[in-house]
């Protein structure tokens, strides 16, 4: 059996390393928005055009993962109550 000071060690290790997920995640997303509308503005799109698209595509993630996770949730809640 592990003494409490290892373990506690290993869940900072864990908790430190999905921290860093989560940064090069973040910075994997937020990259591919900048190449994106880079991209967009070489083929010619105007900068209305691309600001319009990135916007309808934040707006529909941010639906999306409402829409997801409002009926997880209210899975949760009907089902263990």
């Known amino acids: 059996m592990s003494a409490p000071h290892t373990l ?3 869940a900072l290790w864990e908790v ?18 900048v190449i ?3 991209y ?3 083929v010619g799109l105007s900068d ?9 595509t934040l707006v529909g993630d941010a639906a999306l993962s409402l829409l997801l ?7 949760q809640i009907s089902h263990h109550m």
């Open 8 to 10: 506690a060690r290993n």
């Open 16 to 33: 430190r390393l999905l921290f860093l997920m989560r940064v090069l995640r973040m910075w994997a997303f937020g990259s591919t928005g």
């Open 36 to 38: 994106l509308a880079v």
């Open 40 to 42: 967009l503005h070489a």
């Open 48 to 56: 209305d055009r691309i600001g319009l698209l990135l916007s309808l």
């Open 69 to 75: 996770t409002g009926k997880y949730c209210w899975y």
